[in-house]
C-alpha cells in the first residue's frame, strides 16, 4: 500500500523557515508527479509547487522566489524549503503523489505564520 508521511510543519513567524518533508513508502521513481498542495481554513485546496518526474517545477504564483520543492531519489523523500513565510502562508499542507489517475495523500501537516 503507498503511504505518503510528511513532517515538518509548526509555527514559525512571518519571515522565517520552514523545510517539509514528504517520506514515500516505496520508491519516488513510481509516481509520474509529486507535489505539495495546502488548504487554508474556509478556502479550496491549491496546489502549492508540484515536481514531475520528468520535468520542470512548477509553483502558485504566490510562492514564487520564496518556496523550493525538491526531492532526493535516494532517500524516496521530497521536500518543500519554505522561506520568507508570510501570514497568509497558514495552511495544512499535504504531499501529493499520482501515478496513471490514481492520486495519493499524505495526512497532512500544520504550517502556522504568526504576524
Known amino acids: 500500500q503507498v503511504q505518503l508521511v510528511e513532517s515538518g510543519g509548526g509555527l514559525v513567524q512571518a519571515g522565517g523557515s520552514l523545510r517539509l518533508s514528504c517520506a514515500t513508502s516505496?520508491?519516488?521513481?513510481?509516481?509520474?508527479?509529486m507535489g505539495w498542495y495546502r488548504q487554508a481554513p474556509g478556502k479550496q485546496r491549491e496546489l502549492v509547487a508540484s515536481?514531475?518526474?520528468?520535468?520542470?517545477?512548477n509553483y502558485v504564483d504566490s510562492v514564487k522566489g520564496r518556496f523550493t520543492i525538491s526531492s532526493d531519489n535516494a532517500k524516496n523523500t521530497m521536500y518543500l524549503q519554505m522561506n520568507s513565510l508570510r501570514p497568509e502562508d497558514t495552511a495544512v499542507y499535504y504531499c501529493?503523489?499520482?501515478?496513471?489517475?490514481?492520486?495519493?495523500w499524505g495526512q497532512g501537516t500544520q504550517v502556522t505564520v504568526s504576524s
Open positions: 501529493w503523489g499520482s501515478r496513471g489517475t490514481f492520486n495519493y
Open positions: 516505496g520508491s519516488i521513481l513510481w509516481f509520474n508527479g
Open positions: 515536481i514531475p518526474r520528468a520535468g520542470t517545477t
